[in-house]
């Protein structure tokens, strides 16, 4: 004797966005929703913060030579997050431009 079969399953509902927070659906409003803007803003800001590191490291290790201190130590740090931000300007164009090609390839969806 055979077991018996289990009915199907029910077709998934697709998934929709989570509703953001109270705190961020108040950001949105009250800034017309330019808050999904900000990959554009992250290379601007990206190279000022670049070019003020290596200005303030060049700067510190002249005048203080190679052992490091708390001035140094900062202007490595806003190096490293001007080349952090470069890197995610870098990441976030790329994905934008994949997703550009992907959705050029589908058929004539306007």
Do not use: K, N, Y
């Not at 509902?13 to 108040?26: K, N, V, W």
């Not at 670049?50 to 290790?61: D, P, Q, R, S, Y």
Request: proline share 12%.
């Amino acid at each position: 004797m055979s077991a018996p079969e289990s009915p199907p399953a029910a077709p998934a509902e697709p998934l929709t966005p989570p509703e953001p927070p109270g705190a961020l659906r108040a950001v949105l409003v009250a800034t017309g929703g330019v808050g999904g803007s900000w990959p554009r803003c992250v290379l601007p800001f990206g190279a000022v913060t670049l070019l003020a590191g290596a200005a303030a490291t060049a700067i510190t290790f002249s005048l203080r030579g190679p052992h490091l201190d708390l001035e140094q130590g900062v202007a490595l740090a806003t190096l490293r997050a001007g080349l952090g931000l470069l890197a995610a300007a870098l990441l976030c164009w790329g994905a934008r431009r994949r997703a550009g090609r992907a959705g050029r390839r589908e058929p004539g969806t306007a």
